[in-house]
């Protein structure tokens, strides 16, 4: 309950220890993953930052239909907000996705 109650507050779900465990776990175990969520930490670092330009950059890696790389992008880029390594800046109907300190951070790594 006090987990939740944190997220309902501040909109952080995991603790930092929970974060770097998962990170670790992508990483290790799930490499895929790994390699989608630094790919996409990078299109947003190179400037490919709002979705239809990201959703173009996976396509063009990756050899994805539209509707495959639409689902992919949503679900990598939730994980990464989850993660603390993205946020969303939305202007009216406009949204735009910023690497955080620790979205810069794993790229570095």
């Known amino acids: 309950k006090e987990g939740w109650n944190e997220y309902y507050k501040t909109g952080i779900r995991f603790s930092d220890k929970e974060i770097q465990f998962l990170l670790d776990h992508f990483k290790r175990d799930v490499p895929a993953e790994w390699k989608l969520i630094t790919d996409v930490a990078t299109i947003i670092k190179n400037g490919d930052n709002r979705p239809k330009s990201l959703e173009s950059e996976l396509v063009g890696i990756y050899d994805w239909d539209k509707t495959k790389a639409s689902q992919m992008r949503n679900g990598v880029l939730s994980?990464?907000?989850?993660?603390?390594l993205i946020s969303r800046v939305k202007e009216g109907r406009e949204v735009t996705y910023l690497l955080t300190e620790r979205g810069e951070q794993i790229l570095k790594d």
Not at 79 to 84: P, S, T
């Open 79 to 84: 994980r990464m907000e989850e993660l603390d």
